[in-house]
């Protein structure tokens, strides 16, 4: 990673959980934080790693989880973009980490130790019950993907992951997926993304380019899609709302 320059005093860094925390929450952490850019590929920890770092992605820039297996593939689990973060924040961090986080697409970062994230959420109540309730809607996602992946179709899959991705990049129409990420996301071989990715072109939703996915018919993509994204979205809704991107309304 790349030390950034800083930003102006009072801006925010552009990460919804950080953004959501009120003015006291905020300055316990701002001045620890630290702005860097990540390039994508780019692996935040290893399983087995002690976790010492909490990582903010901030605007379009999304992490993975993915996890070994013991035939060598890794099979992703959730992706994480601007409405959260990771390493501690399930645990109290300074624990091994049990997954490869890695970065999925390259941008801007924020850093902050763990341990001084422990020492603001004992003096502050409030800020612990914003990264409680993070926590609650991380494991949302995981439970969700758990689910997706027993009873969905692949189609259906791929489709979700296009969205999920397209929502996290600014509603961005071309998404910087490839076939292997997307058969890493899928946890299928890169023949069987092939096979539906062509189904969508055939059908105008999608067309492909180097390393990345043009979305032509983002409606169409939905029908296609199960329902597991808007029910990750409905939960952010319940648990923090207005943290989960939604591109529509600039956040």
Known sequence: M?????????????????RRLNAADFALVA????????????????????VEIVHFPCGPSLVSYLVPNEDGRDVETILIGREGAVGGIVSQ???????????????????????????????SATLSNIFARYADCMLAQIFQSTACNAIHSIEQRTAKWIISAMERADGDEVVPLTHEQLATLLGVGRSYTSRVI??????????TRRGSILVRNADALRIRSCLCNEAVKGHFEEVLRGVYPDPEKGN
């Open 93 to 123: 961090g300074f624990l091994p980490a049990y997954t490869r986080i890695m970065v999925k697409f390259a941008g801007p970062f924020v850093r902050l130790p763990v341990g001084r994230l422990e020492a603001a959420k004992k003096q």
């Open 2 to 18: 790349q030390a950034r320059r800083e930003e102006p005093a009072g801006v925010r860094p552009f990460n919804n959980l950080l």
């Open 31 to 50: 001045p620890n934080l630290a702005e860097v850019d990540a390039n994508a590929g780019e692996v935040l920890y290893s399983p087995g790693d002690d």
């Open 198 to 207: 062509q189904t969508f072109k055939a059908e105008g939703i999608v067309e």
